[in-house]
């Protein structure tokens, strides 16, 4: 019954955050299930931060979870989703970077 609610509100919401809600939704049923971690609450964590990529800035949050962006200097909006969550390294050029690529923090 709830991952129908997660999927509705989700088609509404852009595509950067259908991912982000489904994950969340399988978290929290996992956590219920296993009853040792119900209290914590896990998003998903980007790869370029994973990489410890010098260039990451953070997230940015305009409201609540559902508006929750993470960006670079390369993508001061939003990293697309197939770098920060997905298999680009981003370690050539991209549309839109800034000329700015994955560089690992010294």
């Known amino acids: 019954m709830a ?3 997660m999927r509705q509100l989700a088609e509404r919401l852009n595509d950067w955050t259908i991912p982000y809600l489904l994950t969340r939704l399988k978290i929290r049923t996992q956590e219920e299930k296993s009853l040792k971690r119900k209290d914590v609450t896990m998003i998903i964590t980007p790869q370029c931060f994973k990489r410890n990529c010098k260039h990451f800035l953070g997230v940015k949050n305009d409201g609540d979870e559902t508006t929750e962006r993470v960006y670079c ?9 197939k770098i920060a ?17 994955f560089e690992k923090e010294s």
């Open 73 to 81: 200097a390369a993508f001061p909006d939003r990293i697309p989703n």
């Open 3 to 5: 991952k129908n609610k």
């Open 85 to 101: 969550y997905g298999d680009n390294l981003h370690l050539t050029p991209v549309e839109g970077d800034h000329g700015i690529q």
